[in-house]
């Protein structure tokens, strides 16, 4: 058999590598011996394999300290034969891991099937071309967001699963009301319980663009949740949950409190055990309601209007109805702010003291749903002579606005179109160019590592998935889906960031359910926040200061690298629905 023989040959080599390894750790004085198993070279790819048209790389990961380099790779039949070989790029230091890499590009793989990749002095790697290869993937992230739903017995299989939780609800005094409020579910934002109007906007927003969009992918998944087999899709039918939950949070003049949360995090319980009174939060001061969350509010009913008519056309009319009145009052209150939490409270803020770009969100998305006037002259009054496109994040969503405004079936005016174009295009170059660079082929730069990087990651993929919209070009998607590879599991730990998916998934979110469940692994389907350097958190602070793709753990108690957040699955769900479009 040929490709043992290739095997015996590749551990004869890095057999001779672990020697020169130990010579070369005794000459620069630092004493650990390696073992020839220890030498070899990890390749770090998707775990959950390629599509058939895609780009196919790996990168070739060396210990730390050592000195080899592949010259060659090849990729093997798992049923026998060689289908390819070639030349993996020069070993180099790769600023963002600190590892020494190497890449091996096998796009030319693309007839489906079961392969195995074999890089000289490496371990080999199983894997797999499919034309449906992501769509667990893609279904367990979407499922992700059931297993987050609040206020219903929710039951994903497997023992994930839990009684109706958090039913009694009150107003805050920081709301300017009294009384009892009644829970209307909505999905706990993360790994605490917490809902959070500015944080539900941009995800539920995220994922009704994925539909408007890929709706031709997404209308097939069969999520297996109550509503199942309704008259509703899928996949609709769990975005309207959160969408009741929002709706639910709008007061009588148009306004929309910040958020739904008891006043401080409980412990690491089940949701049913919480057992913290949970409040509904303004802003302590009038007008209580705050204008980002408003905003933000107004553009994601929008967005459902359009998308419930053909569904659900009274829920699409009510979506509507309450944008109109949320846009009215968001427009006359752009002073109230919410930038840190009222006294006595101290669950998340999503501070912001910038609403422009959440009213111009509001804007443009009721133009592009009503084609009335005045939303896109107050939305064309805000445009900068000199436009920057940036990536969206719950903090800034300008990309949506303009987005919005060009892909809108009705048309906007083409030199503004043009313009937002060229500004997206000019970014999404910018990444593209970063992720040849990278050595594990993402487009995050060194700024890019913050709370919630691998959202960031996600976010990118978006902007690069809207550039395709703008400029069909293999480039733009290609980089998005190798944002999508590092995820799941092309990065320095070899680890898949999302629960129960690929080989190597991470174990241990900072997830309150998969803590208290006493289930050995976490619930499925949910995007770890992944790497950056915060300072506040102490078991973050135990993880020694290295390359910034190096600054995670998989510790449960680490919440600023390891918790798993809503608005960081929506940008995951928009790029695979994306690749497989
Ligand atoms: O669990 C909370 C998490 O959802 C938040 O992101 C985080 C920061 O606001 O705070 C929580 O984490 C706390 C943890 O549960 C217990 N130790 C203190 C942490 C910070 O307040
Ligand atoms: O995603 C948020 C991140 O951008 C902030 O830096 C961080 C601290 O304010 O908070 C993150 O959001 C958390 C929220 O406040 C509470 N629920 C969990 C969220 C994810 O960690
Ligand atoms: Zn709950």
New binding site residues.
């Given amino acids: 058999m040929r490709s043992g023989v290739r095997r015996r040959e590749f551990l004869k080599m890095s057999g001779a590598a672990a020697l020169a390894g130990v010579a070369a750790s005794a000459m620069t004085g630092c004493a650990f011996p390696v073992s020839a198993e220890e030498w070899r070279a990890q390749a770090r790819m998707s775990q959950v394999g390629f599509l058939p048209g895609s780009d196919k790389a790996a990168t070739v990961q060396w210990p730390q300290g050592s000195r080899e380099a592949a010259r060659v790779f090849a990729v093997h039949r798992m049923s026998g034969g060689k289908v390819m070989e070639g030349a993996p790029t020069m070993a180099r230091a790769d600023a963002i891991s600190g590892d020494r890499v190497q890449v091996a590009d096998f796009s030319a793989v693309r007839e489906p099937g079961k392969y195995r990749l074999e890089v000289e002095h490496g371990h080999p790697v199983e894997f797999a071309v499919e034309e449906d290869g992501y769509r667990h993937a893609l279904w367990s992230a979407v499922r992700g967001y059931y297993g987050q739903r609040c206020g219903c017995h929710v039951d994903l299989g497997g023992g994930y699963a839990h009684p109706p939780c958090h039913l009694h609800d009150a107003f805050d005094a920081s709301s300017g009301r009294a009384g009892k409020f009644v829970n209307h579910g909505g999905w706990h934002?993360?790994?605490?319980y917490?809902r959070y109007v500015v944080n539900s906007g941009i995800s539920t927003g995220t994922l009704l663009w994925a539909w408007e969009l890929y709706g031709g992918v997404l209308h097939s998944l069969r999520l297996q949740i109550p509503e199942s087999g309704g008259a509703v899709p899928d996949f609709l039918a769990e975005v309207r949950w959160n969408l009741n939950w929002m709706l639910s949070m709008q007061d009588t003049d148009g306004g929309v409190w910040q958020k739904l949360t008891s006043r401080?995090?409980?412990?690491?319980v089940m949701p049913q055990d919480d057992p913290l009174e949970i409040y509904v939060i303004g802003s302590g001061e009038p007008p209580y309601k705050v204008a980002t969350a408003t905003a933000d509010f107004a553009a994601v009913m929008a967005i459902a209007a359009r998308v419930y008519r053909a569904h659900d056309a009274k829920f699409a009319e009510r979506c509507l109805q309450a944008a109109e009145r949320a846009w009215t009052w968001a427009m006359a209150h752009p002073d109230a702010l919410f930038v840190k939490n009222p006294k006595g409270v101290?669950?998340?803020?999503y501070g912001d003291a910038h609403d422009g770009d959440e009213l111009n969100w509001a804007s443009a998305e009721l133009w592009r749903t009503t084609g009335e006037a005045r939303y896109e002259e107050a939305l064309l009054k805000k445009m900068p002579g000199m436009l920057k496109i940036g990536v969206p994040d719950w903090g800034n969503v300008a990309s949506m606005a303009w987005w919005t405004y060009v892909l809108a079936e009705r048309g906007g005016r083409p030199r503004v179109v043009e313009q937002i174009q060229q500004a997206t295009l000019a970014t999404a170059d910018a990444l593209v160019a970063r992720s040849g660079e990278n050595g594990y082929g993402q487009t995050l730069a060194v700024a890019d590592y913050v709370w919630g990087s691998n959202g960031v990651a996600g976010n990118q993929g978006l902007l690069l998935m809207i550039a395709d919209q703008f400029h069909r070009q293999g480039k733009y998607r290609d980089a998005a889906v190798a944002n999508v590879g590092y995820l799941l599991g092309r990065n320095c730990f070899g680890v898949s960031w999302v629960t129960q998916v690929g080989t190597n998934p991470f174990q241990h979110p900072?997830h309150?359910p998969s803590v208290a469940d006493g289930i050995a692994a976490p619930w499925p389907g949910l995007l770890s926040g992944g790497p950056n350097r915060h300072p506040?958190?102490?078991t973050a602070k135990q993880v020694p200061q290295q390359a910034p793709m190096r600054m995670w753990v998989d510790k449960w108690?680490a919440?600023?690298m390891n918790?798993i957040?809503i608005n960081w699955n929506a940008p995951l769900v928009f790029v695979l629905a994306g690749a497989l479009a």
Avoid: L, N, W
Wanted: hydrophobic share 15%.
């Fill in positions: 934002d993360a790994g605490d917490g401080e995090f409980c412990g690491f101290s669950t998340g803020t900072h309150r506040g958190d102490p108690q919440y600023s918790e957040a």
